[in-house]
């Protein structure tokens, strides 16, 4: 293993090759009302690992640095190829996925070994599990759909200009990972829990109109823009512009503009969120004095 | 959209935050360029300020209403709205080191810093309210509150801004306020989508970072103004403006005097025939 690994040392930085094994420290809690805990972990470095592999190897070691038996670490994950957004998790303290984040590359920034935890806006599931029902709650309340389910065949839309193609184009790349929403200053987490005597329905719509007066997200505002640029989609833009304006909408934004800054997918986010800005600003106006 | 539910505040979010967004730029921001640009004068001698005083005192009666309308409740507004703004967010700067973020982080820390700056710059200089008994009372040399006395414009501000650690306190508290107005006015741009892709927020950006150092050297020249005068003179001057209004408003009043016994005498005479 230390043959291959200085076989292999990246030519790029030849300073110092890397190591043979590296700790992995994660953040672990059993179920979503128990405490958390740090758990330190050491690996085999191999060629090409990334951190999903790191959690298989983890998951097959079954037992921590100081040789304590533990069962595996809890994660999402799902295309491996960074279109999903399943695998998203902070990583040594930033918000990315698990499977595009390569070892080798994270142990160049931080040779002491890589910090695993959960995404700190959403509530933990289990380790590095979250549910980012908050997420979909908010394609939901902003309608990114266009409607056009009904009982006879509308027949083909309008077209789309090339133009508004390239527009609608990278905003369509959007795969909900939540990293907009991790590095948002205004985002804040919310975690409830469900009271003694409620009902699931009952805490579901506790938590919905709980999610809905809080800040709507970049990854919404985006949809809308490209759900409202679209010909057909157009038709509905007003009652999206109507989420934008409500309670947790656009206005809760404060131009820290590090959603741009941390998408995987290089989405305009901020270009979106100035859009709709204008928008929202004509559809209030035209809705005000009746134009 | 669901039933509408939740405090007025929560029902109007829209309306209020953008109400802020704009009460920032008119009347605030705007007042408080023509403020910085009227204190400058004090570069150019006592007499000029004073005259520029005297041209927003010559408001009479009407100036606590316009101070009250364009100024305070505006102020209050957006200080009330923005207490509420700042505590809705949560800076990760020291993980998320981004310019802009650096800036979303100022933005909060410089509008706390205006915030206790101008409390106390208006208590300081103007004394908050005008009524009897607050002048005896709260605002008065003692506290040292109301030190600023229009007809003594230079001279009041310059006793007002003598010791060092006032002039320190009116730097600090300048300087942010001149921040939040120019980074305020480039994510205004953004909020009301004059400004939408990345190279017109830059290009507007380096718009309103000259605006902010043209602004932050008009302000910073106010306290240079103010610090250079010779209070001396500048009461000596004042005293002499206020010496010759005495005399002219004497000399009017003979002249009304001599009008009016001259009046008297025809009306006699024509109640006579």
Known sequence: MIQAASHDAPSSHDHAPPPATFTVR?????APDQPSYWEKHTIVRENDMNVISVLQRMAAQAETADGNPVTPVAWDCNCLEEVCGACTMLINGRTRQACSALVDKLLVDNPEGIELRPMSKFPV???????????????QKAKAWIPVDGYYDLGSGPKQSPADQEVAYPLSECMSCGCCLEACPQYTKIELTKR???????FKARETSAYDGAFIGAHAISQVMLFNTHPTGKMNAGERLDALTAE???????NAQNCVAVCPKHIPLTTSIARAGRATTLHSLKKFFDL | MEAQSGSFF????????????LTGLVPVGAFMCVHLITNSSTLGGAEMFQKNVDLIHSLGPALPAVEWAFIFLPLIFHAVVGVWIIRSGESNYFTYNYVSNFRWWMQRVTAWIALFFILYHVFHMHGWFHTEWWLKNVANENTGGHL????????????????????????VGVTACVFHLANGLWTLGITWGIWT?????????????AFGVGLLAVGLGSIVGVSKTNVAEAEAFENAQLETKAAAAKRAAELLKKESAKAVTPTATATKK
């Open chain 2, 148 to 171: 600023f006395k229009p007809e003594h414009a230079t001279s009041s501000a310059a006793i007002a801004l003598a010791s060092p650690f006032k002039k320190l306190l009116y730097v």
């Open chain 1, 125 to 139: 599931l289990r380790d590095l599990m979250v549910s980012r029902a908050r997420l979909f709650r908010a394609l």
């Open chain 1, 248 to 254: 947790g909408g656009i206005q809760v934004c404060g």
């Open chain 1, 196 to 202: 003694d005597g409620e009902t699931d329905a009952e």
């Open chain 2, 10 to 21: 929560a029902r109007n979010e829209f309306l209020i935050r953008r109400l802020h967004s």
């Open chain 2, 197 to 209: 892709s990345p190279a017109a927020q830059r290009r507007a950006n380096y718009l309103c970072a």
């Open chain 1, 26 to 30: 994660v953040l672990r809690q059993d």
